[in-house]
């Protein structure tokens, strides 16, 4: 199959940013083996000597992130094969969290599901007016179990579970910056490209030790990290091969 149309993951450097761009033609959903590279070029890029801030972000000028795959999910067959696709998400996610260098997001358009867990675990998120979110999970009988520790972190309690419990309804971007999920929210992507290229080169001279002492700081508490999304991931594949789930992402599929 043509790679592009496997979707794929980027990673450019200039002037000590290092740049990750992610895609799928499917509304920039994110298929396991996307997910692996992602998570793969986040932890690289931390550990590249030569970068110092790096700049998440997708492809086009559109949805940000659809979330996980219909296609992986539906053809899950048992819990093993469940929990290493949602063990993708927490990846990255620990990716994120683990990484050594500030992480800047960059959301053009809709985040659904794992895209706002991918959107709540960078450290500074930029978005544009039409970055709505939703978390969809509990409307095909799952939950956001995986990323609900990151959403949660970032918005706080009440917020999550409402995201959470209204799982079909969408919420604005103004919503989402007034409970802390961007910090910046603009009219156009132009916008959003300047503002995020003025953070990215102002962060790229500061002291890239004291930076990485001051992401810990802001990330304590999240130690454990490692083993709860494990177990979030273990809930979550099990849930996937119930026959509700399967009914509701077949619905959601005729519909697309």
């Known amino acids: 199959m043509n790679k592009r149309l496997q979707g794929q993951v980027t990673y450019s450097l200039s002037d000590s940013i290092g740049t990750i761009t992610f895609g799928h033609p499917s509304h920039n959903s994110l298929p396991g083996h996307l997910l692996d590279q992602l998570a793969n070029t986040i932890t690289a890029a931390g550990e590249d000597p030569d970068c110092t801030v ?30 290493a696709f949602f063990m993708g998400f927490a990846k990255v996610i620990n990716a994120c969290r683990t990484c050594p260098k500030f992480i800047i997001g960059r959301v053009q358009g809709k985040a659904v599901g ?35 520790p990151a959403v949660e972190r970032k918005l706080g309690t009440s917020a999550f579970s409402q995201l959470a419990i209204n799982a079909t309804e969408w919420k604005t971007a103004a919503w989402a910056q007034s409970k802390g999920l961007y910090h910046e929210v603009f009219d156009d992507n132009t916008q959003v490209d300047t503002y995020v290229a003025d953070l990215a080169k102002m962060l790229s001279g500061m002291n890239p030790e004291a930076m990485k002492l001051l992401k810990e700081v802001f990330w304590k508490g999240t130690e454990n990290w ?15 091969l119930s026959d509700f789930t399967k009914n509701a992402i077949a619905k959601f599929k005729a519909k697309a």
């Open 54 to 83: 790096i700049i998440l972000q997708s492809e086009g000028d559109r949805t940000f992130c659809a979330g996980a795959s219909f296609d992986e999910l539906v053809a899950i067959d048992n819990e093993t094969n469940g929990k």
């Open 114 to 148: 794992g895209g706002v867990g991918i959107a709540s675990a960078v450290d500074y998120c930029i978005a544009s007016k039409y970055a709505s979110v939703k978390l969809s999970e509990l409307a095909i009988g799952i939950g956001p179990f995986v990323v609900g």
């Open 226 to 240: 490692g083993d709860l999304l494990e177990e979030r991931a273990a809930m979550s594949g099990k849930l996937v």
